[in-house]
């Protein structure tokens, strides 16, 4: 077995080949396309050592990826969802003692749908109470994702849940569940309930935007029309979010206004920052750091990864980049494989990315690329090595004529 390696692609000993891609969105978890990619390796080099390290950039797939790399188990739980109805939410409870939370698992927009797809009445409570199951669980980290929310009340629903009491200005308690349309009449905050661990326990955002809470690059201008707000939405959360974070700023002496990051999923970003004295980090820096990838890279010859879409943006807080990033450090070649491919997708040989390859060799509809998605990227994966093959020989030949 081990000449057929050496004959296949070259080398003389077992390739160390790590395997760490992304989910692609709606298609497969990061934990399929790590073993499609594996099967195509190995019809090329059936020595090579594959380790699978699913990676996510902190939105879907980061509970999986995490439980995957460190153990755990998987806790589902009936909470408020964002208009209100109760839904299952799922959250991952890791060996370390540390948790893992989605937010758009109880908060997200797929959750919503027609008139209730409206920033201005939604809450972020169903998130609030992920926090407090994780917390009551005895969780000494959390780690929570907050991409894909169908909120903008500032986390204020969220607080809720974890013990916090808003007031209006005739004294009275706001009793039913924060949304956006209801910060404006917060005049008071008290936190004197605030769950007693929340103190004890690490808690670490991934959030990949730099978005402040207000102003034209702030949470309502930006993301409220996504989540359904009309003209005139935007307008009423953008004095809301700017009352409700002049308050925060104010009572618990926490910078939210213009802190970049905070108007991420609605202004969740401030919330966390507040009531939980949380640290804003990248999605991907913070799964790559708690799975030890570095630690993986030693000893490696080559990293595959990838997502659903590689384009311009890719670069800038996804997946792919991460990766790269993380394997520069140690000198380590990567190679991404997207399903797509865009034309300006050349842009990632600037920051990390060594090659590039579609999982779609032809012009097809999305119907039958997702349908056969796995096959394709075993095959894409069996082109990539095979290239590699074409290097080496090269190599080799260049390296016989200088001896002559």
């Known amino acids: 077995m081990r000449v057929a390696a050496r004959d296949q692609l070259g080398w003389k000993h077992s390739l160390k080949i790590i395997i760490s891609p992304d989910s692609f969105k709606g298609n497969l978890t990061s934990m399929q396309v790590a073993e499609a990619l594996e099967k195509g390796v190995l019809r090329v080099l059936p020595r090579a050592r594959c380790l699978k390290l699913p990676v996510a950039d902190g939105g879907e797939g980061t509970v999986q990826a995490m439980l995957h790399a460190l153990g755990g188990r998987l806790i589902q739980k009936q909470v408020c969802g964002p208009a209100g109805h109760p839904v299952r939410a799922r959250y991952g409870l890791l060996v370390d003692q540390s948790a893992v939370i989605e937010a758009a698992e109880a908060s997200g927009l797929p959750l919503v749908s027609g008139r209730e797809r409206n920033p201005l009445h939604t809450t972020s ?206 000198g380590v070649p990567v190679i991404a494989i997207g399903g797509a491919l865009a034309d300006d997708a050349n842009t990632v040989f600037q920051h990390g990315i060594d090659g590039l390859e579609s999982a779609a060799a032809r012009d097809m509809d999305l119907e039958e690329a997702l349908r056969h998605s796995q096959e394709h990227l075993q095959n894409a994966a069996e082109r990539v090595l095979r290239l590699l093959k074409t290097g080496r020989r090269m190599e080799q030949r260049a390296k016989r004529r200088a001896r002559r």
């Not at 969220?158 to 910060?183: D, I, P, V, W």
């Not at 809301?240 to 999923?265: M, Q, S, W």
């Not at 807080?317 to 520069?328: E, F, L, Q, S, Y």
Request: net charge positive; proline share 4%.
């Open 125 to 330: 409570y169903g998130t609030g109470e992920l926090l407090r199951d994780a917390l009551d669980k005895g969780a000494q980290h959390i780690i929570i994702g907050i991409g894909g929310s169908a909120t903008s009340d500032g986390g204020a629903g969220m607080a809720q849940a974890l013990g916090a009491r808003f007031f209006k200005a005739n004294g009275r308690e706001l009793r039913r569940k924060a949304t956006g349309s209801m910060l404006e009449t917060i005049t008071r905050i008290d936190t004197g309930e605030l769950h007693p661990r929340l103190g004890k326990c690490r808690l670490t955002v991934a959030c990949d935007v730099k978005n402040p809470l207000c102003g034209p690059h702030g949470a309502a201008r930006v993301y409220a029309p996504q989540k359904g707000a009309t003209a005139k939405g935007v307008a009423i959360l953008e004095r809301n979010l700017t009352h409700f974070g002049r308050l925060l700023e104010r009572e618990l002496r926490i910078k939210v206004l213009r802190t970049p990051g905070a108007g991420a999923a609605g202004g969740l970003g401030a919330g966390l920052l507040a009531f939980c004295a949380a640290r804003l980090r990248p999605g991907v820096d913070i799964v790559l750091q708690a799975i030890q990838f570095k630690h993986h890279l030693r000893n490696a010859d080559l990293v595959l990864t990838g997502e659903g879409r590689v384009d311009s943006q890719t670069p800038f807080g996804k997946t792919p980049a991460g990766v790269a990033r993380a394997a520069r450090t140690c």
